[in-house]
């Protein structure tokens, strides 16, 4: 149905060489860009709604009390009565070595061990901070409860919630999502323009042959079925080319970013419905394309007697 | 077979062209259209051959209204008229066994079945050495006798023949009218437009329109009042 079958003595009617001139190139470039934007768009999509469920529950307590035995006591207790309370699904305290690693990596000094005995590193005032991630359901409830428990055990602490510093970054990567699907959109609807000039132009070049095959008694549904097969074919090409080029530069690009981030890679890959969106897409678009060119054709030819 | 009852015929907003044009066609008769260059003999055959419709008036082929008949059964009474344009209108990417094999591969009839009436018909009209040759290596006699038999190949019921014998020397001319009386006698029903009033007078039975500045002038009535209808 998408490509029509004509029989091979029909096919001649039209001239050997190509119907559509530049038409697969231009086709080939958009199938491209419309594969990256949406393999963007849904590994975008993925990561912001990865990092929004990461994020939602989930608040650092920052004690900053000024005696270090006083600051671990305070943490250790709140660590205990915050796994006790119900609207807590987990709380952990973050040890001394890990934020001491963590703050190698900014000054410069050996991240493994505790410190590497670093002197600097050794002598800072470091917070002890205390993980909680809260279960499901009423959120600024569970935030009143945490906050007198706070005040309880260890007053003066700071509450930071994540999705206070992390939720615009979440925002932000979803509107890129949002983004990249309008550039979709676009771009499919300027491959149906692409398609729909072409068959116009081919129409134009062979006027004078339709109008003789008219003449001789020929339906409207048979010359469009020739103009039809050569114009799908036509962008088939184009389609396929777009494909295999950026199919090759979405596994090279997954391929460097598994490099790069191991821990982050998993929330930007596309996922098995990302995958079959992607394979979709360029199906997808050869029947956009053969159905757009059999309106083009049958509207056009209406207005021949 | 043809029916005009007071046919006008006007390109775009400009005088009518054609002005009253009344006549019934007989199946199997055999018709000249004459008149000066500009007389309007090639605007009537294409509404005869069903490239234009009639700006006013009433047109009936084979028994049917075609002003009002829907687009889509056109083609159907296309295949039934077999039409000589006047410029020829082949297709220049065909061989000239294509083009003349053409209306038959468009009515569906299959390779075997076409294969020996093309060359049949490529050699009745001396064309049996150039069936490969394309249109534009062709002179223009050989072209218009290729579009002549492209016209009769699928044996139609009307033969439509704008200015058939233009471009080919007198014997060609007499051998291609030769043609179109075979095919008369077969019972096709044949008009040819033509300047050559030798042509006419070879043809018995044949019988005269003649077009002057847009009106059909019938001389001897034998249009509107057929010789067969008045007995
Ligand atoms: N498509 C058209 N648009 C506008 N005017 C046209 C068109 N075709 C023909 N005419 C005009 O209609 C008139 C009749 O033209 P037509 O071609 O029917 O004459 P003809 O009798 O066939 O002439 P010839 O013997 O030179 O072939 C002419 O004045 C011509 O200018
Ligand atoms: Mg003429």
Partial sequence: ?305 | MVEFDGVGLRYGPDAEVLRDISFNLQPGSFYFLTGASGAGKTSLLKMLYLAQRPSRGIVRLFGEDLVAMPRDRLPGFRRRIGVVFQDFRLIPHLSARDNIALPLRIAGVSEEDLAGPVSEMLSWIGLADRADAHPATLSGGEQQRVAIARAVIARPQLLVADEPTGNVDPDMAMRLLGLFEALNRLGTTVVVATHDIHLISRIENAQMMRLEKGRLSDPTGALRFPPANRV
């Avoid at chain 1, 086709?27 to 594969?35: E, F, K, V």
């Avoid at chain 1, 006591?73 to 690693?101: G, T």
């Avoid at chain 1, 930071?160 to 309008?182: D, Q």
């Fill in chain 1, 1 to 305: 149905m998408l490509i029509p079958r004509v029989p091979v003595q029909h096919r001649r009617l039209l001239p050997d060489r190509r119907l559509s001139g530049p038409t697969p190139w231009v086709i080939a470039i958009l199938m491209m860009l419309t594969l990256l934007a949406a393999a963007a768009g849904v590994g975008l999509a993925r990561s912001a709604d990865a990092i929004g469920s990461a994020i939602a529950g989930r608040v650092t307590v920052q004690i900053v009390t000024a005696n270090p035995v006083t600051r671990a006591e305070q943490a250790a207790a709140l660590r205990r009565a915050a796994a006790a309370q119900p609207f807590v699904l987990s709380a952990r305290a973050v040890d001394r070595a890990e934020l001491q690693a963590t703050l190698g990596q900014w000054f410069g000094s050996d991240a493994s061990g505790d410190g590497g005995g670093d002197p600097v590193l050794n002598s800072l005032p470091l917070p002890a901070l205390v993980d909680i991630d809260f279960v499901g359901g009423d959120r600024s409830g569970h935030m009143a409860q945490l906050r007198a428990l706070v005040a309880a055990e260890a007053p003066g602490a700071r509450i930071i919630p994540h999705a206070e510093w992390l939720g615009p970054v979440a925002r932000l990567i979803g509107s890129l999502a949002w983004i990249a699907a309008a550039l979709v959109v676009l771009m499919t609807l300027a491959s149906a323009a692409v398609v729909i000039m072409t068959a116009r132009a081919a129409l134009g070049t062979h006027y004078a042959t339709i109008e003789m095959l008219h003449l001789i008694g020929a339906t409207d549904r048979q010359i469009t079925r020739l103009f039809q097969r050569r114009i799908a074919i036509d962008t088939a090409y184009g389609i396929a080319l777009g494909t295999a080029v950026a199919a090759a530069l979405l596994l090279l690009i997954g391929w460097q970013w598994a490099g790069i981030t191991s821990g982050l890679a998993a929330t930007a890959s596309l996922g098995p419905t990302g995958w079959a969106l992607l394979l979709a897409l360029p199906l997808l678009a050869i029947a956009l394309a053969a159905l757009t060119a059999r309106q083009t054709l049958l509207a056009a030819l209406k207005k021949i007697l």
